[in-house]
């Protein structure tokens, strides 16, 4: 309906992405509400283009425990010590527990899983995993998960997709979550959804980063939307570096590669994981393989890319054999030979490490439910997937467990968002406040944003100038002093942005706009990595200060959590939640 021209949709429950976690968590609250809960699902990209479908190695789940010795215990153990100690233990308990549930959920709904020769789903090893414990589809798994899971939710009748609506603001009031403001992007019109509920699925921030995998989407501007509605975002310091992106493309490499045998080797043709993991090698945690592979180029021992001048190693596959290649890496193949003209039966594989996840994200108890400054639930919003930090991956995520945890809390979001809906009261009228939230909203976007005169100032100018923050303060290797210059940079991005002009004054399809919006919508969190890295005086997973080396428990074992204050942000710290593993010292 419209009212003043403002055409307003109402829901039972809103989902703010449409990867992995959304689309579980729309499926898991059809079926709870037996289609009884009206749920939208709003996707700034075509649903099916969410970054989701470039998941390459597997889900991780314990499925033959007599057959291959593993347990829960086990796969909780090794993530617990891949996130160097820092991951919420209850949580990851949590997760092993139901992903076997899952992997075989999304068996029976036709995700073709790979087999062995008994007929069981297949499992691969990956890094920091004891036992091989990764199912996987080829290395196609994210796609073939997403497609399975878009088809089914067509199924139901009940759930409005909504490709193309760019969310703009979550409203919030009185600590209770009462909808969104999105863009429809084909007409440029402004929307307002009422809802009972939410849950926010929107992934990470990966384009902050200048080398990266991630989608072009992930921009990370729903994180700095929960911040302004009164969420924290938690431990946004532990910026996972994939060892293996291909040069000079960013595209990634799977480690499913490593886990089918492959070798990490130098110029000098040496495996060099024997002088840093020689337990693992190459299947050592992805914070340890990415140090080594900086290591071994800043010592003069790595590859030259010719073109970009960047560093890399070599990831060695010729040995594995055309049936491997073929039979469980395609992909891989398909992508070296067409954006490197390389064959991998032959030739080496130029890598070198990109960013690629975020194990921060909004602050969430166990259930995945957002909570405030005071610690308290923000009533009716919930977080799932990379955009939340329940906390699983703590200061390292282990490679196949982000699939598992997409699975886990999309479900688990997904069940607990419809209970919470059906027992709401129906939405009333128009809340004249949501209202006046709307009309501000609009006002920021389409007069202060879009018909502002000042200008001289780029869209690429200031994205290049947190980028280079970023890098130089928060890559791989991180220093005091820098950190300090790069939160000066962010500073001075801040104040360019006001002096940004949009070109393009129309509405259709505006994507300078959109960029405008979602660089604005991500400064705060480049702040808050910066911040966070900056008074972590200590090393830990993907952290690693090289004026503080060492970690440190008595001082450290906390995450870091950062709210909205002013027009600033402020940071706290809270104790990580242990129930079995006390730290210990990390060797692979």
Same mark, same amino acid.
């Given at each position: @309906?419209?009212?003043?021209?403002?055409?307003?949709?109402?829901?039972?429950?809103?989902?703010?992405?449409?990867?992995?976690?959304?689309?579980?968590?729309?499926?898991?609250?059809?079926?709870?509400?037996?289609?009884?809960?009206?749920?939208?699902?709003?996707?700034?990209?075509?649903?099916?283009?969410?970054?989701?479908?470039?998941?390459?190695?597997?889900?991780?789940?314990?499925?033959? *425990?007599?057959?291959?010795?593993?347990?829960?215990?086990?796969?909780?153990?090794?993530?617990?010590?891949?996130?160097?100690?820092?991951?919420?233990?209850?949580?990851?308990?949590?997760?092993?527990?139901?992903?076997?549930?899952?992997?075989?959920?999304?068996?029976?709904?036709?995700? *073709?899983?790979?087999?062995?020769?008994?007929?069981?789903?297949?499992?691969?090893?990956?890094?920091? @995993?004891?036992?091989?414990?990764?199912?996987?589809?080829?290395?196609?798994?994210?796609?073939?998960?997403?497609?399975?899971?878009?088809?089914?939710?067509?199924?139901?009748?009940?759930?409005?997709?909504?490709?193309?609506?760019?969310?703009?603001?979550?409203?919030?009031?009185?600590?209770?979550?009462?909808?969104?403001?999105?863009?429809?992007?084909?007409?440029?019109?402004?929307?307002?959804?009422?809802?009972?509920?939410?849950?926010?699925?929107?992934?990470?921030?990966?384009?902050?980063?200048?080398?990266?995998?991630?989608?072009?989407?992930?921009?990370?501007?729903?994180?700095?939307?929960?911040?302004?509605?009164?969420?924290?975002?938690?431990?946004?310091?532990?910026?996972?570096?994939?060892?293996?992106?291909?040069?000079?493309?960013?595209?990634?490499?799977?480690?499913?590669?490593?886990?089918?045998?492959?070798?990490?080797?130098?110029?000098?043709?040496?495996?060099?994981?024997?002088?840093?993991?020689?337990?693992?090698?190459?299947?050592?945690?992805?914070?340890?393989?990415?140090?080594?592979?900086?290591?071994?180029?800043?010592?003069?021992?790595?590859?030259?890319?010719?073109?970009?001048?960047?560093?890399?190693?070599?990831?060695?596959?010729?040995?594995?054999?055309?049936?491997?290649?073929?039979?469980?890496?395609?992909?891989?193949?398909?992508?070296?030979?067409?954006?490197?003209?390389?064959? *991998?039966?032959?030739?080496?594989?130029?890598?070198?490490?990109?960013?690629?996840?975020?194990?921060?994200?909004?602050?969430?108890?166990?259930?995945?439910?957002?909570?405030?400054?005071?610690?308290?639930?923000?009533?009716?919003?919930?977080?799932?997937?990379?955009?939340?930090?329940?906390?699983?991956?703590?200061?390292?995520?282990?490679?196949?467990?982000?699939?598992?945890?997409?699975?886990?809390?999309?479900?688990?979001?997904?069940?607990?968002?419809?209970?919470?809906?059906?027992?709401?009261?129906?939405?009333?009228?128009?809340?004249?406040?949501?209202?006046?939230?709307?009309?501000?909203?609009?006002?920021?976007?389409?007069?202060?944003?879009?018909?502002?005169?000042?200008?001289?100032?780029?869209?690429?100018?200031?994205?290049?100038?947190?980028?280079?923050?970023?890098?130089?303060?928060?890559?791989?290797?991180?220093?005091?002093?820098?950190?300090?210059?790069?939160?000066?940079?962010?500073?001075?991005?801040?104040?360019?942005?006001?002096?940004?002009?949009?070109?393009?004054?129309?509405?259709?399809?505006? @994507?300078?706009?959109?960029?405008?919006?979602?660089?604005?919508?991500?400064? *705060?969190?480049?702040?808050?990595?910066?911040?966070?890295?900056?008074?972590?005086?200590?090393?830990?997973?993907?952290?690693?200060?090289?004026?503080?080396?060492?970690?440190?428990?008595?001082?450290?074992?906390?995450?870091?959590?950062?709210?909205?204050?002013?027009?600033?942000?402020?940071?706290?710290?809270?104790?990580?939640?242990?129930?079995?593993?006390?730290?210990?010292?990390?060797?692979?």
């Amino acid at each position: @309906m419209f009212v003043n021209m403002v055409e307003v949709l109402k829901y039972d429950l809103v989902i703010m992405g449409s990867g992995l976690a959304g689309l579980r968590a729309a499926l898991q609250a059809a079926y709870t509400s037996h289609g009884k809960a009206k749920i939208a699902i709003l996707s700034k990209v075509q649903a099916m283009r969410s970054h989701s479908v470039s998941a390459e190695g597997g889900a991780s789940a314990v499925l033959y *425990p007599k057959e291959t010795g593993d347990s829960f215990d086990l796969h909780a153990y090794d993530t617990v010590k891949g996130s160097d100690f820092l991951a919420d233990q209850d949580a990851v308990e949590l997760m092993v527990q139901m992903a076997p549930q899952e992997v075989r959920f999304l068996e029976r709904l036709g995700v *073709p899983w790979s087999r062995n020769e008994k007929g069981q789903i297949f499992q691969r090893p990956f890094g920091g @995993m004891s036992i091989p414990r990764t199912a996987f589809a080829q290395d196609k798994t994210g796609f073939f998960m997403m497609s399975t899971l878009y088809q089914n939710v067509l199924r139901f009748d009940n759930v409005d997709i909504y490709h193309e609506h760019f969310v703009t603001k979550i409203i919030v009031e009185n600590d209770e979550f009462k909808g969104v403001t999105a863009i429809d992007l084909k007409t440029g019109e402004l929307k307002l959804f009422l809802a009972k509920a939410g849950i926010i699925a929107a992934g990470g921030a990966g384009r902050l980063y200048r080398f990266t995998t991630t989608a072009h989407s992930t921009t990370g501007e729903l994180l700095t939307l929960a911040l302004r509605a009164g969420a924290g975002i938690k431990d946004m310091e532990f910026v996972q570096w994939h060892p293996t992106a291909l040069v000079p493309s960013g595209i990634l490499i799977t480690e499913a590669a490593r886990g089918e045998g492959g070798y990490l080797v130098n110029r000098l043709g040496e495996r060099f994981m024997k002088n840093y993991a020689p337990q693992k090698m190459e299947l050592a945690p992805r914070d340890i393989v990415s140090r080594a592979i900086l290591t071994e180029c800043k010592e003069g021992r790595g590859f030259t890319h010719e073109e970009s001048g960047m560093c890399y190693v070599g990831l060695d596959l010729r040995h594995l054999g055309e049936d491997v290649l073929k039979k469980r890496l395609p992909q891989l193949v398909e992508l070296v030979k067409t954006y490197t003209g390389l064959d *991998p039966l032959v030739d080496l594989i130029p890598v070198a490490p990109a960013v690629h996840y975020f194990m921060g994200g909004i602050h969430t108890d166990a259930m995945g439910r957002v909570l405030n400054s005071d610690g308290e639930w923000v009533i009716g919003l919930w977080a799932a997937g990379e955009a939340a930090s329940v906390s699983v991956h703590g200061a390292n995520r282990l490679g196949s467990n982000s699939l598992a945890e997409c699975a886990v809390w999309g479900r688990l979001t997904g069940v607990e968002a419809a209970k919470y809906a059906l027992e709401t009261p129906q939405l009333s009228a128009i809340d004249l406040d949501a209202r006046a939230l709307y009309n501000e909203e609009e006002e920021r976007i389409f007069n202060r944003l879009l018909h502002k005169e000042v200008g001289g100032v780029s869209i690429g100018q200031v994205r290049s100038l947190v980028q280079e923050a970023l890098h130089r303060g928060a890559g791989v290797f991180r220093d005091g002093r820098v950190i300090g210059e790069s939160m000066a940079m962010i500073s001075r991005a801040i104040e360019l942005i006001g002096q940004v002009n949009v070109h393009d004054v129309g509405k259709v399809y505006n @994507m300078e706009l959109k960029e405008l919006i979602e660089l604005e919508g991500a400064l *705060p969190v480049a702040q808050a990595i910066l911040i966070g890295a900056y008074y972590r005086l200590e090393s830990r997973g993907s952290h690693y200060r090289v004026d503080y080396p060492n970690r440190d428990d008595s001082r450290w074992l906390v995450h870091t959590i950062t709210y909205r204050y002013g027009d600033g942000v402020s940071v706290t710290w809270s104790p990580v939640r242990i129930t079995k593993w006390r730290p210990e010292i990390r060797v692979y």
